[in-house]
């Protein structure tokens, strides 16, 4: 009986895109948490994870339903092209540490690039599930996806990068220092679950600077989100997508104003560095720390 109930519960999570892990209980010797339970404690447990499933089940589909509702208002009143795309509401509401908002610029952005010839870049993909949307976005493409991370958390910051968000309330820029790292099977498996085409996956593992001294790059770059948070990684980013992106090619850099100074910085250096090449837009104010640039010659 034990057996089959867990079965049944794992089996009913993972339904709903959940997976649930052993975690080791710790109690005295003797303790009434430490004695077997009965089938009728089992069975109440059972019905108390079902109810909680249940209720996570109807908080997702409200989220699903935010995000569809967010969509189409910027459909209305900011992005009338915005086009459309099967189970992007369930991708947006997944989102991790990106608002809908955001988001719905990056698609926005992403499509005005496919107006030119190249692949998708990522710089800094975390847990993967802004790649995994983008992937879903391109899928009717040719398009690959090049997903640049150290997979090891944030660098040492450089002298540019001024904390002025504390985020994880650390005290200091430094303790950053090799934080948000996620697994590369993470983001593989974000992928997986929109069916994104493994060959046209191109994972660059390793640090940035690193990472472009290698032979194997795209060759050209219709759109590019950057992510990198600190001055140095997106200076890099943005010195070699402006070497393979075609005009009409779009940028979106995240952070901007926000975390870390070393973000804005770079992102301004960029653009004066460039003359009349590049022009930078910022979102709405109530959209996020980002801001998106797009490449005029």
Request: aromatic share 10%; hydrophobic share 45%.
């Amino acid at each position: 009986m034990p057996y089959l109930i867990k079965k049944l519960i794992l089996s009913f999570a993972r339904r709903l895109g959940y997976e649930i892990l052993p975690i080791k209980t710790f109690c005295s010797p003797g303790s009434s948490l430490a004695a077997p339970l009965n089938n009728g404690d089992l069975e109440q447990q059972y019905q108390s994870v079902v109810a909680a499933l249940n209720l996570s089940q109807t908080m997702r589909k409200i989220h699903i339903q935010d995000a569809v509702e967010i969509e189409e208002l910027y459909r209305k009143f900011v992005f009338a092209n915005l086009p459309q795309c099967e189970d992007r509401a369930g991708l947006l509401s997944d989102l991790i540490g990106t608002t809908i908002s955001e988001a719905i610029y990056i698609i926005h952005s992403l499509h005005e690039g496919l107006k030119v010839a190249g692949d998708i870049c990522e710089f800094g993909v975390a847990q993967g599930a802004t790649s995994r949307l983008m992937a879903a976005e391109i899928m009717p493409t040719d398009r690959k996806l090049w997903l640049f991370d150290s997979y090891e958390g944030l660098p040492a910051p450089s002298p540019e990068d001024n904390l002025i968000n504390d985020i994880f309330n650390l005290g200091s820029m430094a303790r950053y220092r090799g934080t948000m790292a996620s697994p590369e099977t993470e983001v593989l498996t974000k992928l997986v679950q929109v069916k994104f085409p493994a060959d046209r996956i191109k994972i660059k593992k390793g640090w940035i600077n690193e990472s472009l001294k290698t032979a194997d790059l795209p060759k050209q770059v219709a759109f590019a989100y950057v992510d990198f948070d600190f001055y140095e990684p997106i200076k890099d980013a943005l010195q070699f997508v402006n070497n393979v992106m075609p005009a009409g090619g779009y940028i979106v850099v995240d952070d901007y104003g926000f975390f870390s100074e070393g973000a804005q910085i770079a992102v301004d250096e960029f653009v004066k560095a460039q003359g009349e090449r590049y022009r930078i837009e910022m979102p709405l104010p109530f959209a996020g720390h980002f801001c998106i640039i797009q490449k005029l010659l």
